[in-house]
């Protein structure tokens, strides 16, 4: 297997640099992948949120897990469309044609689709904080929810690296995020589901965001977190499993 490979780490951590020095080369890859969302916090909060009854003093503490979810499914997009560059542009051959682990070239965009989103999603709390955020949790209360957006991330990306290296066109490589980033809509996300017709109710409580986002949330708000966390990481860690499995078939086949 590659990971028993001696030079498997330091061959990952040279695709992991690559990929980053693109990433610091064009910064307003974080910028537009913020955008969005804060634009959709400030919405919220300041023309719908008066209206809303959150159960929360503040609404932008009831907001701010759903949008730090969708800044990662925003983020994603480019992991998809930079492999996609790589395929079309023989890199894959390249690399392949060298003594170097050859999974390596795809952790490389995993590696930097966590430090990138981890950015944007700094970027979204400083904005939050100025729109009056506030959260009474503790280190370990915010290293469970960094963890949980770590895992989030992951399972995701993988998602990324299937669309990017099945992808045809370079649109088609950044499609597959936009259900991803309207999924928080039908959820606890914005509003409680409990104020949701029947149908939608259940879709709300039985798809992966709302777990993630009431664990989120009760971290937050240093609250008891119940069974929501085991099954918010439950959902991750199947979707990034059988997500992996699937990219790495994909990326063996060509």
Not at 149 to 171: E, N, Q, S, Y
Not at 195 to 213: D, G, L, R
């Amino acid at each position: 297997m590659e990971f028993t490979n001696k030079y498997f780490f330091k061959d990952m951590s040279v695709m992991f640099g690559r990929s980053m020095r693109h990433i610091f080369r064009s910064m307003d890859t974080i910028v537009t992948v913020s955008i969005t969302p804060i634009a959709i916090m400030l919405l919220f909060v300041y023309v719908f949120g008066g209206a809303i009854e959150a159960g929360t003093e503040n609404y932008i503490d009831y907001l701010l897990p759903g949008i730090m979810l969708m800044t990662i499914g925003s983020g994603i997009a480019y992991v998809a469309y930079r492999l996609f560059l790589d395929k079309q542009h023989g890199i894959f051959e390249r690399f392949h044609s060298m003594p170097i682990a050859r999974s390596t070239v795809l952790w490389g965009h995993v590696l930097t689709s966590i430090v990138s989103n981890g950015i944007s999603v700094a970027v979204i709390i400083l904005v939050a904080l100025l729109m009056g955020f506030r959260s009474s949790a503790g280190f370990i209360e915010w290293l469970a929810v960094f963890g949980i957006l770590g895992v989030f991330t992951l399972a995701l990306t993988w998602i990324a690296v299937i669309a990017g290296l099945a992808a045809k066109t370079p649109d088609g490589a950044g499609a597959f995020s936009y259900p991803i980033i309207f999924l928080p809509f039908i959820s606890s996300a914005f509003v409680p589901t409990d104020t949701m017709p029947t149908a939608v109710q259940t879709f709300a409580e039985n798809q992966p965001v709302t777990p993630i986002v009431e664990a989120i949330r009760n971290l937050i708000a240093n609250q008891p977190v119940g069974n929501e966390i085991w099954t918010a990481l439950t959902w991750c860690i199947a979707i990034m499993v059988v997500a992996y499995i699937v990219a790495m078939r994909i990326y063996k086949k060509q």
